[in-house]
């Protein structure tokens, strides 16, 4: 399973970014997709994840301005961030999770600038 993550970049803080990944190969359908942000020093946390019936999970520093959706047909999920704030700032990484299997992608940068 490879995950290809696209859509980081510079904004200027208010700005918005989305953020796309798509899945190929062989996998559950049953399974959640998430984003995850670790910034220079910090842990990996959670951004958003949703189910394949698209059920939703936020972290507490993103609701409100972020919002993640997904495609089953295509295997991709979206991340749409509104509000960017400098400590948005971070490698955003896409993950996929079955029952059974963890699979992550290569990040792509997201730089909010001041």
């Known amino acids: 399973v490879q995950l290809q993550a696209s859509g980081g970049g510079l904004v200027q803080a208010g700005g918005s970014l989305n953020l796309s990944c798509q899945a190929s190969?062989?996998?559950?359908?049953?399974?959640?997709m998430s984003w995850y942000r670790q910034a220079p020093g910090q842990q990996r946390e959670l951004v958003a994840a949703i189910t394949n019936g698209n059920m939703t999970q936020y972290g507490e520093a993103m609701k409100g301005r972020f919002t993640i959706s997904r495609d089953n047909a295509k295997n991709t999920v979206y991340l749409h961030m509104n509000g960017l704030k400098p400590e948005d700032t971070a490698v955003y990484y896409c993950?996929?999770?079955?029952?059974?299997?963890?699979?992550w992608g290569e990040g792509t940068q997201v730089t909010v600038s001041s």
């Open positions: 993950n996929l999770l079955t029952f059974n299997e963890n699979y």
């Open positions: 190969g062989n996998f559950y359908s049953m399974n959640v």
